[in-house]
């Protein structure tokens, strides 16, 4: 069983960076792929980015790919989202999610992951 615990949210200006980082409390962590998602007020949950269970394989919105990046420490047990350049329209919910290894981390839809973090808040000002 995952737990998952996200911390690092909060508010930054437009062009500042965050880094988002989700904890797994329990003792599986390595077995799961790991990936973010967020949701922004009056929208469906979308995907950010996925990350395998090593670590060596990424996948990413397109929409965001050379802004954030994901990674994880499997000794840690903690996957993390840098978010640079950050924009308004980056202001929402940010989840973390798991997937048992392994996946196809270019089809994560929110309908098909069995673990979610709490959700963390980011809000960028403009």
């Known amino acids: 069983q995952v737990q998952l615990v996200e911390s690092g949210g909060g508010l930054v200006q437009a062009g500042g960076s965050l880094r988002l980082g989700c904890a797994d409390s329990?003792?599986?962590?390595?077995?799961?792929?790991m990936g973010w998602f967020r949701q922004a007020p009056g929208k469906e949950r979308e995907f950010v980015a996925a990350i395998d269970w090593v670590g060596d394989i990424t996948y990413y919105a397109d929409s965001l790919k050379g802004r954030f990046t994901i990674s994880r420490d499997n000794g840690k047990h903690t996957v993390y989202l840098q978010m640079n350049r950050l924009e308004p329209e980056d202001t929402a919910v940010y989840y973390c999610a798991a997937k048992p290894r392994p996946s196809n981390l270019r089809t994560w839809y929110p309908g098909e992951i069995p673990y979610w973090g709490q959700g963390t808040q980011v809000t960028v000002s403009s």
């Open positions: 329990g003792r599986t962590f390595s077995t799961y792929d």
